[in-house]
């Protein structure tokens, strides 16, 4: 089971990203694919999450509205689009798999992450 995130970059405030979570050895699809994201000197946090049949979960109140999760299932990719960035979206930001249908919030139920990718907000 490999998870690889990619798609990060400098932009400036208010511009957009899209990250994305290509992943081998499994079918994506089948399981909940979860997006976290760690800032220096603070925890890692959930950002959001879908679930095998499709239902959307937003861990963090500050990226509803600004970011959709979605799936490809034919490219066994999930991807994070992130609009209206901020300053404060500034993090490492990594997929996960908890191996389960059904998504979860606590990052220790996650078995298997992606090794991350550096999303940068500044002027």
């Known amino acids: 089971v490999q998870l690889q995130a990619s798609g990060g970059g400098l932009v400036q405030p208010g511009g957009s990203l899209r990250l994305s979570c290509a992943a081998s050895g499994f079918t994506l699809r089948d399981y909940a694919i979860a997006w976290f994201r760690q800032a220096p000197g603070k925890e890692r946090e959930g950002v959001s999450c879908i679930s095998r049949e499709g239902s959307v979960t937003y861990f963090a109140d500050s990226v509803k509205g600004r970011f959709t999760i979605s799936r490809d299932n034919a490219k066994n990719t999930v991807y994070l689009q992130m609009n209206s960035l901020k300053p404060e979206d500034t993090a490492v930001y990594y997929c996960?798999?908890?191996?389960?249908?059904?998504?979860?919030?606590?990052?220790?139920?996650?078995?298997?992450w992606g090794q991350g990718t550096q999303v940068t907000v500044s002027s």
């Open positions: 996960a798999t908890n191996y389960r249908s059904y998504c979860q919030y606590r990052v220790s139920t996650y078995d298997y």
